[in-house]
C-alpha cells in the first residue's frame, strides 16, 4: 500500500529565507506526486505536479525516485506563503494519498 | 460552475442520528471522491466514484456509512447512528479522468460535522 510521510508538523522560517518541505512516500511503482495547499479559510487546492516540472508562486519540487522523495522548495518566502501544505501521492488513475501536512509560518 | 460545492457547510447533530450531505462536483469531471479530515491530520480517502459507479471504498468506511452517485451528477453521503468519533470535515473532490492521469482534484470547501 501506498503512503506519504511529511516529518515536520510546522516550519517557521523568516521572511526571504528559504524553506524546505519535506516528503517521502513508499509505492512499489511509478507513482504520481502532487503537493497541495490550503490558505487559512481556504479551501485545499493544487500548488504543483511533479510531472509539469513547473515552477507555481516560486515553488519547486523534484521527484527523486531514488530517495523516494518530492520535496517542495522555495529560496525566499514571503508572508502570503504561510499555510498548510500537503504532499499527496496517486498510482496512475488511482486516488490521492495525502500525507500529514506542514504548516508554514512564515514571520515578518 | 463556480467549482465543486458542497452543502451544508456546518451541520451539528446528536449522537446516533442519520446525516446526509451532498456534494456538486464540477459537471465536466467524471471523477467524484469523499476524503475526511480531522484536526491536525491530511484528508483520509472514504470512497470515489467515476461516473456512477463506486469504484473503491475504504477500509475506513463503516457499513454506517454510504455514498451514491445516482446519475453521475452530484453525489451524496449519508452516515447512520452517528458517533462522536464521526466529527470531522467531510471534503469532496473532483476531476477528470482520461488517458492523461495526471490530472489534480478541484476540491470543495468541506462539510464540517460536529456529533454531540
Known amino acids: 500500500a501506498q503512503r506519504v510521510t511529511q516529518p515536520e508538523k510546522l516550519l517557521s522560517v523568516f521572511k526571504g529565507a528559504p524553506v524546505e518541505l519535506k516528503c517521502n512516500y513508499s509505492?512499489?511503482?511509478?507513482?504520481?506526486l502532487f503537493w497541495y495547499v490550503q490558505y487559512s479559510r481556504q479551501r485545499l487546492q493544487l500548488l504543483l505536479r511533479?510531472?509539469s516540472r513547473e515552477s507555481i508562486k516560486g515553488f519547486t519540487a523534484d521527484l527523486n525516485k531514488g530517495e523516494t522523495s518530492f520535496h517542495l522548495k522555495k529560496p525566499f518566502a514571503q508572508e502570503e506563503d504561510s499555510a498548510m501544505y500537503y504532499c499527496?501521492?496517486?498510482?496512475?488513475?488511482?486516488?490521492?494519498?495525502f500525507g500529514g501536512g506542514t504548516r508554514v509560518l512564515v514571520k515578518p | 460552475d463556480t467549482g465543486v460545492s458542497q452543502n451544508p457547510r456546518h451541520k451539528i447533530t446528536k449522537r446516533g442520528q442519520n446525516v446526509t450531505f451532498r456534494c456538486d462536483p464540477i459537471?465536466?469531471?467524471?471523477?467524484l471522491y469523499w476524503y475526511r479530515q480531522t484536526l491536525g491530520q491530511g484528508p483520509e480517502f472514504l470512497t470515489y466514484?467515476?461516473?456512477?459507479?463506486?469504484?473503491?471504498k475504504s477500509r475506513l468506511l463503516s457499513d454506517r456509512f454510504s455514498a451514491e452517485r445516482p446519475k453521475g451528477s452530484f453525489s451524496t453521503l449519508e452516515i447512520q447512528r452517528t458517533e462522536q468519533g464521526d466529527s470531522a470535515m467531510y471534503l469532496c473532490?473532483?476531476?477528470?479522468?482520461?488517458?492523461?492521469?495526471?490530472?489534480?482534484?478541484?476540491f470543495g470547501s468541506g462539510t464540517r460535522l460536529t456529533v454531540v
Open positions: 466514484f467515476q461516473n456512477e459507479a463506486q469504484l473503491e
Open positions: 511533479h510531472i
Open positions: 459537471s465536466e469531471h467524471n471523477r
Open positions: 473532490a473532483s476531476s477528470p479522468f482520461t488517458g492523461d492521469h495526471n490530472y489534480g482534484y478541484t
Open positions: 499527496a501521492l496517486r498510482p496512475a488513475g488511482n486516488k490521492l494519498t
Open positions: 509505492y512499489s511503482g511509478s507513482p504520481e
